[in-house]
């Protein structure tokens, strides 16, 4: 709001009696709307102005007139478009859709005539020139000069150049505590006002019980959290219970060794693995099971040949960021073999991080999040595992799935899992699965007629195809847009 206007409403308003808003706005040259803005503040501070409400009519031109007022009337358009020599009358209805009006307007004001001495008849002009009063007089009343005779008026409206409208002003007088400058509101009771007795001669701000509060600052989820919450309700309603997975940190048996992944595995290679300098080595392992790992690997056993090659407990000691939670899935299945209640069927599910050494491009980076699912009973077969994938994905909107064989060390057979995606109309990847070996659960000491399915998936690529976001890069690290996060609606994966 202009600083001034608050004050050069009230200096006015000191030489006169009343006053309406609408003049004030003609007057000083500015907005109707701003001079009642200006009125509003000097309301809040007390009874200075008395402010009635009025209704006025005023003109105000129409589209219609509008155009007329920039290009002329319709017939003044049509004057100008006759040649000295004439024009054929058909020649003429062309030159605009109002050319007709225009024509019939001109010919009784008597600016043009239908030469019948020529054959065909030609319209001419009769004078040589013309004054377009209509345009003029729309000039005038679009610069608030309205003295316009009433027929003139009644005229425009007719013809649709002109509209009245109703508008709400104020007739302002002098008010009880009438100023003309505005003391400062206080906003605040302090205590040394309270102290000094000052309170009582100063003059308190009202309070604007309508106004609209700041937004409290609070925090968000991320896009990520969110999905996870989705995936973590699905696991739930499906009766699983979730891994503790707060380690980052995993030796390699429990990542590889147990999972029946040899020692000369690529995986197990620096660039594919992140390994810990310190601590480099981890030491305590069950050392029954550890044996009987070695001896699957090197030997064979439980009608495997195993890899038959020289297992060494320090390739099985160095630390790794894990680079999957089925590190978690076998520590959680050696402890259902060896609890002492015997084994009980369960489900399993994490949903964490996990590290690889991986070339960073637009959708991978060295770490990511693993959703994975495990589950334990006798006689489970490939036909339970797809079954449950089915209910899975179904869970979360996707009933299309395509299974096809992939290898996993840990897993016989194995499974990618494709779903197709309508929105990028193509069949994507989005996990991994299988039947964990006998060379991983028999060592373990889980009964021989168990079985074991699980499968993996990254929470990055749904919550990335969720949200629409293309680059990893904008889901997270230093240049995520934190308004994405902040404005990034509730995740619900069905629907
Ligand atoms: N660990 C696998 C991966 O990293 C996922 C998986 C889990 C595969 C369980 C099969 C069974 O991709």
Redesign the pocket.
Known sequence: MHPDLTERILQHLEGVDKVNTIDLATLFGVGHQKIVGALKSIEAHGELVIAETTTGKNLELTDEGQTVMQNGSHEAVVYAAVPLDGILQEELMKISPNAKIGYSKAMSLGWLFLDKSVTPPLVKRKVEKIEDTVKKSLEEISKNQTDLPPHVIKEFKKRKLLQEIIIKSFVLSKGPEFATTLTKLETDLTIDMLASGLWKDLKFKAYNFDALGAAPVRGHLHPLQKVRTEFRQIFLEMGFSEMPTNNYIESSFWNFDALFVPQQHPARDAQDTFFISHPAKSYKFPREYMQRVQEVHSKGGYGSTGYVYDWKLEEAQRNTLRT?T?AVSARMLYKLANQPEGFRPVKYFSIDKVFRNETLDATHLAEFH?V?GVVADVGLTLGDLIGTLYEFFRKLGIEKLEFKPAY?PY?EP?MEIFCFHPGLNKWIEVG???VFRPELLLPMGLPENVNVI???LSLERPTMIKYGINNIRDLIGPKVDLKMVEEGPICRLDK
Do not use: P, V
Request: aromatic share 8%; proline share 0%.
């Open positions: 999957h089925t693993q994975e996993n897993t194995s991994n699965s299988g699980a499968w993996g």
